[in-house]
């Protein structure tokens, strides 16, 4: 990251992007795309946490996916009860994604599953936004 100016678009880049992911995590719900959406509130946390780490480090953030990794990469305390839901929001990442997962996470996708974890990525982010 050559200067300041490097700094803000990459921090803007990574927020604008989490904002158009968190839409789409809403949309996705809303339309019964359960496992769909909780991959996508998984990414919106990941890019916050990207977006949190490039304006603490002022450098690129690493190529993570571990939402409790990221952040604590940029030396924020993270609460044990705070850490429990950054690894479970983690689970979305790789269990929408691959084929062996889909059927099973499908199925554990409930609507009162899905709601309840997309209120803690609402308070994942909520808790983020706080710290930038």
Not at 5 to 13: C, I, M
Not at 44 to 54: C, D, P, R, S
Not at 95 to 109: E, G
């Given at each position: 990251m050559s200067g300041i100016?490097?700094?803000?678009?990459?921090?803007?880049?990574w927020l604008e992007s989490a904002e158009k992911d968190f839409q789409t995590m809403l949309d996705l719900k809303r339309t019964g795309h359960n496992h769909w959406a909780l991959f996508m509130g998984h990414l919106?946390?990941?890019?916050?946490?990207?977006?949190?780490?490039?304006k603490i480090n002022k450098a690129q953030p690493p190529l993570l996916h571990d939402l409790r990794r990221i952040i604590e990469k940029t030396g924020v305390t993270i609460e044990p009860d705070r850490r429990k839901v950054?690894?479970?929001?983690?689970?979305?990442?790789?269990?929408?994604?691959?084929?062996?997962?889909?059927?099973?996470?499908?199925?554990?996708?409930?609507?009162e599953f899905?709601?309840?974890?997309?209120?803690?990525i609402k308070e994942s982010k909520k808790w983020i936004k706080s710290l930038l």
């Open positions: 100016s490097d700094k803000n678009k990459l921090l803007e880049f919106v946390i990941e890019k916050l946490a990207k977006a949190l780490f490039v950054l690894d479970g929001i983690t689970r979305f990442n790789l269990r929408a994604r691959y084929d062996d997962y889909k059927h099973s996470f499908y199925r554990l996708c409930t609507d899905t709601d309840h974890w997309i209120e803690k």
